[in-house]
């Protein structure tokens, strides 16, 4: 195993000609040039060095290792420097996958304040929804999932493996088209509108829609689906049927011809970041950690703002 340290010294012989000049130049005794020196030929098995009185010369193999070693020591030197900067943020890159309204609400402020605060490090967006984003993860295609699960609706172990950080409680709201009956209750429980068309989200999100409605006692006729929630706001706002969409949904699209009314009882989702824990290690996966928490503060803090102004 050839070790840098002796590379480093074979070079610093080669270029100054002696061992003591070599000691010189690396700020270590004659004795300590001489024994790595000695250290190296074992492990290459074969003489690096001719010494004749006090003249010294490489060998063939020297020659050809010294050639070499030029080439490896600049190379060990970038890897280091570049190490070095993603270490302090300078430079380093983080592969984010987000659920479509996580990307359009939390997902801009906090890559705006880390740009802010590192501008070294990059940041890639993909979009899936869980669990394929949790797959991704869990496959080494990204580094951090932005992630959701219903309250009630999760698996036990399900994120054991993974690092997790709970950034927000996000609850299910009501749309209906604004000139529907219940457009200016206060609230609505899901069983008022059993005998409505329903317009239905992701699967994810359609599957707890029917296990909501069939605990309230109905199955919900559903007309139309779509992963797209500018498209379930204009379908509820063309007056074709109503739907319950998480509030970061509703808040990422201005729902025109369409109003949001509380569901009595709560259906809550709970969004998290989730990454692997030797990625949690990683400086560029803490920051992006960081500031999509700081994000979740910053919505919980302008939803409640909001709800207090239109009560």
């Excluded at 797959?135 to 172990?157: K, S, T, V």
């Excluded at 989200?201 to 359609?206: D, I, N, Q, V």
Aim: charged share 25%; aromatic share 2%.
């Amino acid at each position: 195993m050839i070790e840098a340290r002796h590379l480093r010294v074979l070079r610093a012989v080669a270029t100054t000609g002696s061992f003591s000049a070599a000691g010189r130049e690396l700020g270590c005794t004659q004795p300590a040039v001489s024994q790595q020196m000695k250290a190296l030929e074992a492990s290459v098995g074969t003489p690096l060095l001719i010494r004749s009185g006090r003249e010294m010369r490489l060998t063939q193999a020297g020659e050809a290792l010294v050639r070499h070693a030029v080439g490896i020591l600049a190379g060990l030197t970038a890897a280091e420097e570049e190490v070095a900067a993603i270490a302090g943020l300078r430079a380093g890159r983080v592969r984010l996958v987000s659920f479509p309204s996580g990307s359009s609400t939390l997902v801009p402020t906090a890559l705006a304040a880390l740009r802010a605060a590192h501008p070294g490090t990059r940041v890639s967006l993909e979009e899936a929804e869980p669990p394929r984003s949790v797959e991704l993860l869990r496959e080494g295609d990204c580094d951090l999932a932005l992630a959701f699960r219903y309250e009630g609706a999760a698996q036990e172990g399900e994120w054991d493996d993974l690092v997790v950080r709970p950034l927000l409680t996000d609850r299910l709201v009501a749309l209906v088209p604004e000139r529907h009956r219940l457009a200016r209750a206060r609230s609505v429980a899901i069983g008022d509108l059993a005998a409505e068309p329903w317009i239905a989200g992701c699967p994810r999100c359609r599957g707890q829609l029917v296990e909501v409605c069939e605990g309230a006692g109905f199955t919900p006729r559903i007309d139309f689906a779509t992963d797209d929630y500018p498209a379930v706001v204009g379908l509820v706002g063309a007056g074709l049927g109503v739907a319950v969409l998480p509030q970061l949904a509703v808040e990422s699209v201005r729902p025109r011809g369409a109003r949001t009314v509380t569901l009595e009882p709560a259906v809550r989702r709970e969004i998290v970041a989730l990454t692997l824990p030797d990625l949690a290690q990683v400086p560029a996966v803490t920051a992006t950690l960081e500031q999509l928490a700081r994000a979740a503060n910053r919505q919980v803090r302008d939803t409640n703002s909001e709800s207090g102004r239109t009560k």
